[in-house]
């Protein structure tokens, strides 16, 4: 079993930080069939042979991803993916 564990530091008020996660949760959805659910401040979601969560605190949010077997061999591409997205979402608005 492969781990993935992203974290993405950002200055968005919590509001804004967990709409900003709802927005990776979905494009990671779309993209990868995943189902998710909110639990307070985190996010988890899980597929087939894929699970994890995003967990969101006051300055950064932490994604933890753990794969199959079957998706292992895909844990670069599906960092790589993760983390673009997390950058691109979590670093575009430095303020609220």
Request: glycine fraction near 6%.
């Amino acid at each position: 079993m492969a781990d993935i564990n992203i974290v993405q530091e950002h200055k968005l008020t919590p509001k804004k930080a967990r709409e900003a996660a709802e927005q990776v949760a979905q494009k990671l959805a779309a993209e990868f069939d995943l189902e998710y659910e909110w639990e307070g401040d985190v996010l988890h979601f899980e597929r087939s042979g894929v699970n994890g969560s995003l967990t969101l605190t006051k300055h950064k949010a932490e994604m933890v991803i753990k794969l199959g077997f079957l998706f292992g061999a895909f844990a670069p591409v599906i960092q790589a993916k993760a983390a673009e997205k997390m950058a691109k979402i979590f670093g575009a608005t430095k303020s609220a």
